[in-house]
């Protein structure tokens, strides 16, 4: 035995091991009791050779079961068993061959390829590491004949048949023989069951439990379904098993009855240490179990208890020692045995009875700390016997804290389940027993939670972009906290494209590798919070594989494709493009469009086309790249499908008719030598059609027609295949020319002074010869009635759209002498002129403008007097002005001659001086009829000078509808269509100058 240390060592070196095999045991002392070890048992590894034998050959017929066996000699520990040939390589097993637990070979049933002189039976011993070998088995299987021939003249003894021959037959068991047998297994170990049947064909394995099910967690199913194996063993595993073999002719069923055993084993743990003081009870329990049921024994200090000094305070109760009022000078070490037949336990328990006076094992002054809201446990460990008393008090002592909020645990220690922030302060443990007490100051400092404000947002970022996650937080200012970022609860990438700040991640040049879970974690001393988002990259998807062509037909074909990946953006449809190498090579066109859950489309072709097709992926962050092209697949010719559209027919010049289309695509063609039949004939004769066919072109003109006659037109497609289907019928005009006769019975009728109504007869449509755009009433103002002011006026034209037949001329002057004619106009240009016709405005109501009415009898006998009257006021005027001095009535009155208007102010009774020429004042706030457009000449004056202003409208047809006002508010009160007011004096006095 080693000095100081308890370890014995044996020299086996010089003597034989035998000699120390048996069962030790160690023992522990010192002045407070002894203590003995587990039995230790010493036993010698053993690896025996093999006994010499000699094996003769088995000779078997075809189909036969066979059973070699190895039969290994006894070691210690028992060898592991496995077949080899003689190149040290592995039989194979199957569900016909096999090795048994017992390391026997089984054979089913055996096949020609059996036969082998090498079966080798190998035994590895593991703890000296050494493999022993059996002598190698001939094996010869034959069949019946060749066993016939072979028997007599090797061995003269039939005796060496394994087995009798036999035919394909029903399953037998070859182990466990007969019906049913019985194992016995420990609790905790290992339950294996074995059943290997004989039979042709190989029968296969199953198992049931006959009074249950298996433990799914637990079981499990070897050697092609030979072996059961059910670990940790436990006593529900008890009952019947049942492996059933089967093949075609029939089935065979073993029945094993399992038993479970169980070795001593604690319930609770062993017994625990046990300090008492004087005068103290307590007790050890050794509480454990077993099957059979073990029996429990007790020894002090290593000798049987009932050998050991009578203790008065001591009582044994099979599995339980109880103490009671124990004395000083009684400790001793106890130790507990339970055994049965399958096994043994040992504990040792010190009781140790002690006399102490009350220590505090928590460190003086110690800071606890804790987090708000958190709970606060403050300790105070304490060693004495009898076991102290713990009380607390807080700052001043005052109280105890035994009660609401405060929960005292057995171990001494304070909890405060709900911290605040006024329960920090100086705590004060006291611990005491008979034999004295023991105080300890401790602090406790509460704390504010570190709280994640801002927390990272889930980002979804385009692969290459930059992703950041905010992470702001507030934590108590005495704490120093740490920030630390996670990626799928693991360390970011040493990646400088990872920049970490106080407050956010920052990840640059995103990659698909950087998706993940991404969490900051905010820790304190005390505390800690985090918060997680996801990071996905998404990018544009990957473009389709693998198109295929499938389902070909003349107008139609199947097209398959396997979607490439969605980068976390799912793909939203398929864009289906083409190329026509026949047509267009290089250029692809989009065909179809299909939803992002379908990878086929049923595509609908036309003929004459030589196809290529390619497909693109669409999802959220934009297209593909195009797939690689299909195979081509060439469409059949065929006739046109279609005729042209957009036909018209327009003439450009009188006597043609330009007939024009728009073509068809080299898609629409459907085949080679793509022409155009032109058809056309004139409208409302049912003539025989007239026709030509033209090829690379979009019109055609058709001369010698005549002027503007309506025509029909068709033109339809055709090919070296056929035709195009009936063509639809379009109408058409040949060209137009000047029209050739003028309206007819031309009319005026005088409205009121300022208006008249034209009427005339329309021109018929042939002498049209085009489409009636409208009429032009062309009228000018020959002259002033009032012979002191004569006037011509140059031409003014009003335009009337459409079929209209009659107009209204508005803002005429009255009293005037006016001219006109009419003329009809298409697109080509207007006819001729009608005879032009007279008609006189009457004389109209005084208007802001000056009408000529100085030439009118009545009117000049009203003026003699009017300016005899003036003339009196004028001298009086004068007078008074001048009072002696030369008013210069002459110069004024030269200087004012032809003024028309000439209104007195009354500060100095004079005439201030106004102009209102009508040869050159413009006309205000007059309107056009709103279907008439005026034209002028070159010349400024013009007829609407002489009209009065107004506000007249026209009715569609020219007819004029509302009433003509004057050019100011101030004026409307003054004016009408024929005003009964008296006139002006002012305006008579300028006409009777005009006069004299």
Same mark, same amino acid.
């Given at each position: 035995?080693?000095?100081r240390?308890g370890t014995?060592?044996?020299?086996?070196?010089?003597?034989?091991?035998? @000699?120390?095999?048996?069962?030790?045991?160690?023992?522990? %002392?010192?002045?407070?009791?002894?203590?003995?070890?587990?039995?230790?048992?010493i036993r010698?590894?053993?690896?025996?050779?093999w006994?010499? #034998?000699?094996?003769?050959?088995v000779?078997v017929? #075809?189909?036969?079961?066979?059973?070699?066996?190895? *039969?290994?000699?006894?070691?210690?520990?028992?060898?592991?068993?496995?077949?080899?040939?003689?190149?040290?390589?592995?039989?194979?097993q199957? =569900? *016909?061959?096999s090795?048994?637990?017992?390391?026997?070979?089984?054979?089913?049933?055996?096949? *020609?390829?059996?036969? *082998?002189?090498?079966?080798?039976?190998?035994?590895?011993? !593991?703890?000296?590491?050494?493999?022993?070998?059996?002598?190698?088995i001939?094996? %010869?299987?034959?069949?019946?004949?060749?066993?016939?021939?072979?028997m007599?003249?090797?061995?003269? +003894?039939?005796?060496?048949?394994?087995?009798?021959?036999?035919?394909?037959?029903?399953?037998t068991?070859?182990?466990?023989?007969?019906?049913s047998?019985?194992?016995?297994?420990?609790?905790?170990?290992?339950?294996e069951? #074995?059943?290997?049947?004989?039979?042709?064909?190989?029968?296969?394995?199953? $198992? &049931?439990?006959?009074? /249950?099910?298996?433990p799914?967690?637990?079981?499990?199913?070897?050697?092609?379904?030979?072996?059961?194996s059910?670990?940790?063993?436990?006593?529900?595993?008890?009952?019947?098993?049942r492996?059933?073999?089967k093949?075609?002719?029939?089935?065979?069923?073993h029945?094993?009855?399992?038993?479970?055993?169980?070795?001593?084993?604690?319930?609770?743990?062993?017994p625990?240490n046990?300090?008492?003081?004087?005068?103290?009870?307590?007790?050890?329990?050794?509480?454990?179990?077993?099957?059979?049921k073990p029996?429990v024994?007790?020894?002090?200090n290593?000798?049987?208890?009932?050998?050991?000094?009578e203790?008065?305070?001591?009582?044994?109760?099979?599995?339980t020692?109880?103490?009671?009022?124990?004395?000083?000078g009684?400790?001793?070490?106890?130790?507990c045995?339970?055994?049965?037949?399958?096994?043994?336990l040992?504990?040792?328990?010190?009781?140790?009875v002690?006399?102490?006076s009350?220590?505090?094992?928590?460190?003086?002054?110690?800071?606890?700390?804790?987090? %708000?809201?958190?709970?606060?446990l403050?300790?105070?460990?304490?060693?004495?016997?009898?076991?102290?008393?713990?009380?607390?008090?807080?700052?001043?002592?005052?109280?105890t804290?035994d009660?609401d909020p405060?929960?005292?645990?057995?171990?001494?220690t304070?909890?405060?389940?709900?911290?605040?922030?006024?329960?920090?302060?100086?705590?004060?443990?006291?611990a005491?027993?008979?034999?004295?007490?023991?105080?300890?100051?401790?602090?406790?400092?509460?704390?504010? !939670?570190? %709280?994640?404000l801002?927390q990272?947002?889930?980002?979804?970022?385009?692969?290459g972009r930059?992703?950041v996650?905010?992470?702001?937080?507030?934590h108590d200012?005495?704490?120093?906290?740490?920030?630390?970022?996670?990626?799928?609860?693991?360390?970011?990438?040493?990646?400088?494209?990872?920049?970490?700040?106080?407050?956010s991640?920052t990840?640059?040049?995103?990659?698909?590798?950087?998706?993940?879970?991404?969490?900051?974690?905010?820790?304190?001393?005390l505390?800690?919070?985090?918060?997680?988002?996801?990071l996905?990259?998404?990018?544009r998807? +990957?473009?389709?594989?693998?198109?295929?062509?499938? +389902?070909?037909?003349?107008?139609?074909?199947?097209?398959?494709?396997?979607?490439? +990946?969605?980068?976390?953006?799912?793909?939203?449809?398929?864009l289906?493009?083409?190329e026509?190498?026949?047509?267009?090579?290089? =250029? $692809? @066109?989009?065909l179809?469009e299909?939803?992002?859950?379908?990878?086929?489309?049923?595509?609908?072709?036309?003929?004459?086309?030589?196809?290529?097709?390619?497909?693109?992926?669409?999802?959220?962050v /934009?297209?593909?790249?195009?797939?690689?092209p299909?195979?081509?697949?060439?469409?059949?010719?065929?006739?046109?499908?279609?005729?042209?559209?957009?036909?018209?027919g327009?003439?450009?010049?009188?006597?043609?008719l330009?007939?024009? $289309?728009?073509p068809l695509t080299?898609?629409?063609?459907?085949?080679?030598?793509?022409?155009?039949?032109?058809?056309?004939?004139?409208?409302?004769?049912?003539?025989?059609w007239?026709?030509?066919?033209?090829?690379?072109?979009?019109?055609?003109?058709?001369?010698?027609?005549?002027?503007?006659?309506?025509?029909?037109i068709?033109?339809?497609?055709?090919?070296?295949?056929?035709?195009? !289907?009936?063509?639809t019928?379009?109408h058409g005009?040949?060209?137009?020319?000047?029209?050739?006769?003028?309206?007819?019975?031309?009319?005026?009728?005088?409205?009121?002074s300022?208006?008249?109504?034209?009427?005339?007869?329309?021109?018929?449509?042939?002498?049209?010869?085009?489409?009636?755009?409208g009429?032009?009433?062309?009228?000018?103002?020959?002259?002033?009635?009032h012979?002191?002011?004569?006037?011509?006026?140059?031409?003014?034209?009003?335009?009337?759209?459409g079929?209209?037949?009659?107009g209204?001329?508005?803002d005429?002057?009255?009293?005037?002498?006016?001219?006109f004619?009419v003329r009809?106009?298409?697109?080509?240009?207007e006819?001729?002129?009608?005879?032009?016709?007279?008609?006189?405005?009457?004389?109209?109501?005084?208007?802001?403008?000056?009408?000529? &009415?100085?030439?009118?009898?009545?009117?000049?006998?009203l003026?003699c007097?009017?300016?005899?009257?003036?003339?009196?006021?004028?001298? &009086?005027?004068?007078?008074?002005?001048n009072?002696?001095?030369k008013y210069?009535?002459?110069?004024k009155?030269?200087?004012?001659?032809?003024a028309?208007?000439?209104?007195?102010?009354?500060?100095?009774?004079?005439?201030?001086e106004?102009?209102?020429?009508?040869?050159?004042k413009?006309?205000k706030?007059?309107?056009?009829?709103?279907?008439?457009?005026?034209?002028?000449?070159?010349?400024?004056?013009?007829?609407?000078?002489?009209?009065?202003?107004?506000d007249?409208?026209?009715?569609?047809?020219?007819?004029?509808?509302?009433q003509?006002?004057?050019?100011?508010?101030?004026?409307?009160?003054?004016e009408?269509? #024929?005003?009964?007011?008296?006139?002006?004096?002012?305006?008579?006095?300028?006409?009777?100058?005009?006069?004299?």
């Open positions: 035995m080693r000095p240390s014995l060592v044996m020299d086996i070196s010089k003597e034989k091991a035998e @000699h120390y095999e048996g069962v030790y045991q160690c023992t522990a %002392r010192n002045e407070h009791g002894t203590a003995v070890s587990n039995n230790i048992v010698q590894s053993r690896s025996p050779l006994s010499k #034998e000699r094996i003769e050959p000779i017929e #075809e189909g036969v079961s066979l059973v070699l066996p190895c *039969r290994p000699p006894a070691g210690l520990p028992p060898p592991i068993i496995f077949w080899m040939d003689n190149n040290f390589q592995r039989l194979p199957s =569900h *016909r061959v090795q048994s637990l017992n390391g026997d070979l089984y054979f089913s049933n055996v096949l *020609r390829e059996d036969s *082998r002189n090498d079966y080798i039976c190998y035994a590895r011993f !593991p703890h000296t590491q050494t493999i022993q070998q059996k002598q190698p001939t094996v %010869r299987v034959f069949n019946m004949d060749e066993i016939n021939d072979t007599a003249a090797i061995y003269n +003894d039939t005796d060496l048949f394994s087995e009798a021959p036999a035919d394909e037959r029903r399953p068991f070859l182990i466990p023989s007969g019906p047998s019985s194992k016995l297994v420990l609790r905790g170990q290992v339950l069951l #074995e059943c290997i049947a004989g039979g042709l064909p190989t029968p296969e394995i199953s $198992w &049931i439990k006959v009074s /249950g099910d298996f799914t967690k637990r079981t499990s199913f070897l050697h092609y379904q030979k072996t059961l059910i670990v940790n063993v436990s006593e529900s595993d008890v009952g019947d098993y492996c059933t073999a093949n075609q002719h029939g089935s065979a069923h029945t094993i009855h399992v038993t479970v055993k169980a070795a001593p084993y604690w319930i609770t743990g062993p625990r046990l300090v008492l003081a004087p005068g103290e009870t307590g007790k050890l329990t050794c509480l454990a179990s077993g099957t059979p029996a024994t007790w020894a002090m290593g000798i049987p208890i009932e050998n050991s000094p203790d008065v305070s001591r009582k044994v109760e099979d599995d020692i109880i103490f009671t009022d124990v004395q000083s009684s400790s001793a070490v106890y130790q045995t339970i055994a049965n037949e399958y096994g043994y040992l504990s040792n328990a010190f009781v140790n002690l006399s102490e009350p220590r505090v094992l928590t460190q003086a002054n110690k800071v606890f700390q804790v987090i %708000r809201n958190h709970p606060a403050i300790d105070c460990h304490s060693f004495g016997s009898p076991i102290p008393k713990i009380t607390w008090f807080k700052d001043s002592r005052s109280s804290l009660g405060y929960v005292l645990h057995d171990n001494g304070l909890e405060i389940p709900i911290a605040q922030a006024h329960n920090s302060g100086k705590y004060t443990c006291v005491r027993n008979p034999l004295g007490n023991f105080e300890n100051h401790v602090y406790l400092e509460v704390k504010e !939670p570190t %709280r994640i801002k990272p947002e889930y980002k979804v970022v385009k692969r930059e992703a996650f905010e992470c702001k937080v507030k200012a005495s704490l120093i906290p740490t920030m630390t970022w996670l990626r799928d609860d693991g360390e970011l990438p040493d990646d400088e494209r990872f920049i970490v700040d106080s407050h991640l990840i640059t040049d995103v990659t698909e590798s950087d998706e993940g879970m991404y969490t900051c974690i905010m820790n304190t001393t505390d800690h919070d985090s918060a997680s988002a996801q996905t990259v998404v990018e998807p +990957d473009a389709p594989t693998d198109l295929e062509l499938t +389902d070909k037909k003349d107008r139609s074909i199947q097209l398959t494709w396997t979607p490439g +990946d969605e980068h976390n953006s799912p793909i939203q449809m398929f289906i493009q083409y026509d190498s026949l047509h267009h090579h290089g =250029h $692809w @066109h989009n179809t299909v939803p992002g859950t379908k990878t086929t489309a049923h595509l609908k072709l036309s003929p004459f086309v030589h196809y290529t097709f390619r497909v693109l992926a669409l999802n959220a /934009g297209f593909s790249h195009s797939s690689f299909s195979r081509m697949y060439k469409t059949k010719a065929a006739a046109p499908d279609e005729n042209p559209t957009g036909v018209e327009l003439g450009t010049q009188h006597n043609n330009v007939i024009s $289309w728009k080299s898609l629409q063609s459907n085949g080679p030598g793509l022409q155009y039949k032109v058809m056309w004939r004139q409208k409302a004769r049912d003539g025989d007239s026709s030509v066919s033209v090829a690379n072109v979009s019109k055609f003109v058709v001369s010698g027609t005549p002027t503007f006659a309506a025509y029909e068709k033109v339809q497609s055709l090919n070296d295949y056929g035709n195009g !289907p009936e063509p019928l379009a005009f040949s060209g137009e020319d000047l029209p050739v006769a003028a309206p007819s019975n031309v009319q005026a009728m005088v409205v009121n300022t208006l008249v109504e034209v009427h005339w007869d329309p021109v018929s449509p042939k002498l049209i010869r085009g489409h009636l755009r009429y032009k009433v062309y009228y000018w103002r020959q002259r002033s009635l012979k002191h002011n004569p006037h011509h006026a140059e031409k003014q034209i009003l335009t009337f759209g079929e209209h037949s009659r209204m001329l508005p005429l002057h009255p009293f005037s002498l006016y001219s004619n009809v106009f298409n697109d080509k240009g006819g001729p002129a009608s005879p032009s016709q007279d008609f006189e405005t009457p004389e109209g109501a005084v208007t802001s403008r000056q009408v000529d &009415i100085a030439t009118q009898g009545w009117f000049i006998g003026m007097a009017i300016a005899l009257l003036i003339l009196i006021l004028l001298i &009086i005027c004068f007078i008074q002005r009072k002696g001095g210069p009535v002459k110069e009155e030269d200087a004012h001659t032809d028309e208007f000439q209104p007195m102010k009354d500060e100095d009774c004079t005439f201030v106004y102009s209102d020429n009508e040869d050159h413009p006309l706030g007059s309107r056009t009829p709103s279907h008439a457009t005026v034209k002028r000449d070159d010349s400024e004056d013009s007829l609407v000078d002489y009209g009065e202003g107004g007249g409208q026209f009715n569609e047809d020219g007819s004029f509808i509302g003509y006002s004057g050019k100011s508010g101030s004026r409307d009160t003054a009408g269509h #024929e005003s009964s007011e008296a006139p002006s004096p002012i305006n008579a006095m300028n006409s009777l100058n005009s006069f004299v």
